[in-house]
């Protein structure tokens, strides 16, 4: 494991390049002109055709892509990445007919995962979530969203976003940290919602911002976890603090809570499943992004598909992510979740490309530094060995990753 500059720099003149479409928007090659992108200092300074570089620009080492597919780095908008133990057993659980909501009920789900994650300490944890990150940028992650949510109390909410902070720095990727305390109901107050969200509010929230722990605040708005009410007092509480929100919705029930979120400029609305025309509306005028998680949808063997054809044809933005947590999407596989959007959704390869790229940094709110690839961002892009961006879906099990440069930085190779 290397810290970011302890990676050698993508400083140069990189050739031999194939844009993936979508990929530098804007930019018009002739037909089957190789690119090139100047990199200095970390920066992007220039992206064009490789025959029409500009004076100056090609001093300094040259890196031949060799003919590679190029893509903005990759990015994962919704992880719950750290927390202690696995619940493979709830696994068997569902697979001999249980529900999510028996399970919960029988003790299992979150609250599973609560009580390993605040029995192990900090550095436990890091060393748990490290080799998941690993797994994960070994598919071209160049950005990550990793929520809290399993430690229910001042003390361990504040553990899991430290680990969060720590892998960024460790692994050299960026890290957006959302705190998620109305995740669900710790089990010291059970039967006091009301008072565990004041908790949240009043205690947990403005102590990790002004920790410089939170980039968003997220909660799970449904019948087993929180009210319509209950959210609005958490997103007030956001907005008091300056914080964006984000949120669980429509994941089991039409709840309304896009709505809701929509009214508070919500960043994304994620699972959205049960997803009504009012809240695809409301999503359509706020901006906000639908955020696609079809590993929870297989993993739970949902039936019921989001509104994929109503959210296209209103233009509400669809990003694509992980959602991996060790209950309901113990997935490990960026480009796997594209396959699976493709076939289980039906998004088309351009829409899931974008999904995990510039769609995907609006729900995290870094569509000025990530998602695509143009001058003046931070160098955050990736070589495949491939032909066509349609093999990024098409495949699952491989690894094509050829180059991956995260912040300026060249942050891991694969086989050429």
Same mark, same amino acid.
């Given at each position: 494991?290397?810290?970011?500059?302890e990676l050698p720099s993508a400083d140069g003149l990189w050739v031999g390049l194939r844009l993936a479409p979508g990929a530098a928007p804007g930019l018009s090659l002739p037909e089957g002109a190789q690119a090139a992108i100047a990199?200095?200092?970390?920066?992007?300074?220039?992206?064009?055709?490789?025959?029409?570089?500009?004076?100056?620009?090609?001093?300094?080492?040259?890196?031949?892509?060799?003919?590679?597919?190029?893509?903005?780095?990759?990015?994962?908008?919704?992880?719950?990445?750290?927390?202690?133990?696995?619940?493979?057993?709830?696994?068997?659980?569902?697979?001999?007919?249980?529900?999510?909501?028996?399970?919960?009920?029988?003790?299992?789900?979150?609250?599973?995962?609560?009580?390993?994650?605040? +029995?192990?300490?900090? $550095?436990?944890?890091? /060393?748990?979530? *490290?080799? #998941?990150?690993?797994? =994960?940028?070994? %598919?071209? @992650?160049?950005?990550?969203?990793?929520?809290?949510?399993?430690?229910?109390?001042?003390?361990?909410?504040?553990?899991?976003?430290?680990?969060?902070r720590r892998l960024g720095q460790a692994y050299g990727v960026t890290v957006r940290t959302t705190f998620l305390g109305a995740h669900a109901l710790p089990p010291e107050y059970a039967g006091r919602s009301v008072d565990y969200i004041?908790?949240?509010?009043?205690?947990?929230?403005?102590?990790?911002?002004?920790?410089?722990?939170?980039?968003?605040?997220?909660?799970?708005?449904?019948?087993?976890?929180?009210?319509?009410?209950?959210?609005?007092?958490?997103?007030?509480?956001?907005?008091?603090?300056?914080?964006?929100?984000?949120?669980?919705? +429509?994941?089991?029930? $039409?709840?309304?809570? /896009?709505?809701? *979120?929509? #009214?508070?400029?919500? =960043?994304?609305? %994620?699972? @959205?499943?049960?997803?009504?025309?009012?809240?695809?509306?409301?999503?359509?005028?706020?901006?906000?992004?639908?955020?696609?998680?079809?590993?929870?949808?297989?993993?739970?063997?949902?039936?019921?598909?989001?509104?994929?054809?109503?959210?296209?044809?209103?233009?509400?933005?669809?990003?694509?992510?992980?959602?991996?947590?060790?209950?309901?999407?113990?997935?490990?596989?960026?480009?796997?979740?594209?396959?699976?959007?493709?076939?289980?959704?039906?998004?088309?390869?351009?829409?899931?490309?974008?999904?995990?790229?510039?769609?995907?940094?609006?729900?995290?709110?870094?569509?000025?530094?990530?998602?695509?690839?143009?001058?003046?961002?931070?160098?955050?892009?990736?070589?495949?060995?491939?032909?066509? /961006?349609?093999?990024?879906?098409?495949?699952?099990?491989?690894?094509?990753?050829?180059?991956?440069?995260?912040?300026?930085?060249?942050?891991?190779?694969?086989?050429?």
């Amino acid at each position: 494991m290397n810290t970011l500059n302890e990676l050698p720099s993508a400083d140069g003149l990189w050739v031999g390049l194939r844009l993936a479409p979508g990929a530098a928007p804007g930019l018009s090659l002739p037909e089957g002109a190789q690119a090139a992108i100047a990199v200095e200092q970390g920066v992007i300074r220039w992206i064009g055709d490789a025959q029409a570089v500009p004076a100056g620009l090609s001093e300094g080492p040259r890196r031949d892509g060799g003919g590679a597919l190029v893509t903005p780095g990759l990015i994962d908008c919704h992880t719950h990445l750290v927390y202690g133990g696995q619940r493979a057993n709830e696994f068997a659980m569902r697979l001999a007919g249980a529900s999510y909501e028996e399970v919960a009920k029988a003790g299992g789900g979150i609250v599973s995962s609560v009580r390993a994650t605040r +029995e192990a300490d900090e $550095d436990t944890l890091f /060393a748990q979530a *490290a080799p #998941r990150l690993e797994q =994960l940028l070994a %598919d071209g @992650v160049c950005a990550i969203e990793i929520k809290s949510g399993y430690g229910l109390s001042l003390e361990h909410e504040r553990k899991q976003l430290r680990v969060a902070r720590r892998l960024g720095q460790a692994y050299g990727v960026t890290v957006r940290t959302t705190f998620l305390g109305a995740h669900a109901l710790p089990p010291e107050y059970a039967g006091r919602s009301v008072d565990y969200i004041e908790l949240v509010c009043r205690e947990m929230m403005p102590a990790l911002a002004a920790e410089g722990l939170i980039d968003a605040v997220d909660v799970f708005c449904e019948r087993i976890a929180f009210s319509l009410e209950e959210t609005e007092r958490v997103f007030q509480a956001a907005r008091a603090l300056g914080l964006p929100v984000k949120l669980h919705a +429509e994941q089991l029930s $039409d709840m309304g809570g /896009a709505a809701l *979120a929509a #009214r508070y400029g919500a =960043l994304s609305c %994620d699972h @959205v499943e049960h997803l009504s025309p009012e809240g695809i509306a409301a999503m359509r005028a706020a901006g906000t992004v639908a955020v696609l998680l079809p590993g929870a949808y297989y993993a739970l063997r949902d039936t019921h598909l989001p509104p994929i054809e109503a959210l296209r044809a209103a233009g509400v933005p669809m990003a694509v992510s992980t959602d991996h947590n060790p209950g309901t999407s113990p997935a490990l596989s960026l480009l796997l979740m594209m396959s699976m959007a493709c076939t289980l959704f039906r998004l088309t390869v351009p829409e899931t490309l974008a999904g995990v790229t510039v769609h995907a940094a609006r729900a995290l709110g870094l569509s000025d530094t990530h998602g695509v690839i143009a001058a003046g961002r931070p160098a955050n892009f990736v070589l495949w060995n491939l032909r066509d /961006a349609a093999e990024l879906a098409y495949w699952f099990g491989q690894r094509p990753l050829r180059t991956v440069v995260r912040q300026g930085r060249i942050a891991g190779e694969g086989a050429r």
